[in-house]
């Protein structure tokens, strides 16, 4: 039997509220004010707290985050007079389950209870993801154990301490800067600039400025010489992401750099010199876009010294539940809001999707879902998963009911090879209601 805390220091609303849930078939205990409350909530063996916010001795707000602070998975209803938007968000950003108003309507109460309790018991059908004796959550480290990645983090340790160029070819989302970063935090230079540039996010003219420099007076607006990523990430790595978007005109400059590690700022005549590792990511096929005239060839030889081809995660779908951990792991490490625990269902929704969008979708949906879950446990509606669409109603077929059901049984039983065990199991009824069943239509 679930039990249920009401604090209260109004004690008809108690009395009221106590009476309606007991026969409801819960165990109440009470309490008149806000110390009271903290004691009994950490004291005694409570399921679900119901908590006023006017209370003497300590307001409610003090009262939640006293509790929560011992008792973070204990689900709190926030209950006040005061229905307005600072107080539901208030109680909500401390950790509260819900937030209703007086007077209170026990109907809705009732459901309100009702869908706590069937969470808690999703919760403890469920998987627990986050366990104390977890490393802490470490940034740069890439996720994953299918074979597909096992490749791809043995590629990383051969030519981490190498300065050869390395493409990294991949769908939007796939992971391509951290499989950048990885190689440069892996390596000997670890300690040396890592700078990221996304080449279809500027302009050519800016991209240009923003990769080599430019001088003062070069263009309008130039008001002082500006030093570029290639001179900052001196001794370091240089990331280019979505490279094939880059201007003709930029392609020449990259090659000179590559073939000789020399440039010269906009509006310079000075060549300057920079010892960078570049690293180049694509989210299309370099070599097609070569060999169609779109993209340099001779560039395109110049960066594929070192290959990588990252699976997208429908491919290595071994790893989804690895990677629902780390990000659970990032999200409690950002926020310091702990959803541990996600439900059957919902895990069956995340590996049973697509993921077009990749990795990134992947961690977008489970920093959305944590956010909006109310309590530890991930929940189906949570996820709100793009594409999902209602399942379709299959096509009306106009028959009467005997032929349908005589129908399907006679499918079962051929299913079955003519097992009657195995059929009626199917079936979902027993074996002395199937013998029925056959006798009444003639498939004996």
């Not at 000789?260 to 180049?280: H, M």
């Not at 993921?355 to 961690?363: D, S």
Request: charged share 30%; proline share 4%.
């Amino acid at each position: 039997m679930n039990t249920i805390l009401i604090a209260d220091d109004d004690i008809a609303i108690r009395r009221t509220l106590e009476l309606h849930l007991t026969e409801e078939g819960y165990s109440v205990v009470t309490a008149a004010n806000g110390p009271n409350a903290v004691e009994v909530a950490l004291e005694k063996e409570i399921d679900l707290m119901l908590l006023d916010l006017r209370l003497s001795g300590m307001d409610g707000f003090e009262v939640l985050g006293r509790v929560k602070e011992r008792r973070p998975d204990l689900p709190v209803v926030m209950i006040t007079a005061y229905d307005d938007m600072q107080t539901a968000i208030e109680a909500i950003r401390l950790g509260a389950i819900d937030h209703l108003g007086k007077p209170v309507d026990l109907d809705h109460l009732d459901q309100v209870i009702a869908k706590i309790f069937d969470m808690s018991a999703l919760a403890r059908k469920g998987v627990t993801f986050c366990d104390s004796a977890d490393p802490p959550f470490e940034q740069n480290i890439m996720v994953g154990r299918s074979r597909s990645m096992k490749e791809v983090y043995k590629t990383i340790g051969a030519v981490a301490d190498s300065r050869a160029t390395v493409l990294i070819q991949g769908e939007s989302g796939t992971g391509k800067e951290m499989v950048a970063r990885a190689l440069h935090f892996n390596s000997s230079f670890r300690n040396r600039p890592f700078i990221a540039v996304a080449c279809a996010s500027l302009a050519p003219s800016l991209l240009e400025s923003e990769l080599f420099g430019h001088e003062r007076g070069a263009f309008t607006g130039a008001h002082r010489t500006k030093p570029g990523k290639f001179e900052l990430a001196q001794g370091g790595t240089l990331f280019l992401d979505e490279i094939s978007e880059t201007s003709p005109e930029i392609q020449v400059k990259l090659l000179r750099f590559l073939q000789e590690r020399e440039f010269e700022r906009v509006g310079g005549v000075e060549t300057l010199k920079a010892d960078v590792r570049v690293i180049a990511a694509s989210n299309k096929e370099l070599s097609a876009l070569a060999n169609a005239g779109e993209f340099r060839k001779d560039l395109y030889y110049r960066l594929n010294v070192v290959t990588l081809f990252l699976p997208p995660l429908r491919e290595r779908k071994d790893d989804i539940l690895l990677l629902v951990k780390f990000f659970l792991g990032k999200m409690r490490e950002e926020t310091g809001k702990s959803v541990d625990i996600v439900t059957q269902e919902t895990l069956t929704m995340i590996q049973e999707h697509s993921w077009p969008g990749n990795v990134r979708e992947l961690e977008n949906t489970i920093r959305r879902a944590v956010l909006l879950s109310h309590g530890n446990v991930l929940l189906p509606e949570s996820l709100h998963l793009e594409g999902e669409k209602e399942q379709e109603r299959l096509a009306l077929t106009i028959r009467p009911l005997h032929e349908v059901e005589r129908e399907h049984i006679e499918n079962v039983l051929i299913y079955t090879g003519y097992e009657k065990k195995r059929t009626a199991e199917i079936l979902g009824i027993s074996r002395p209601t199937l013998d029925r069943r056959l006798k009444e239509y003639g498939l004996e």
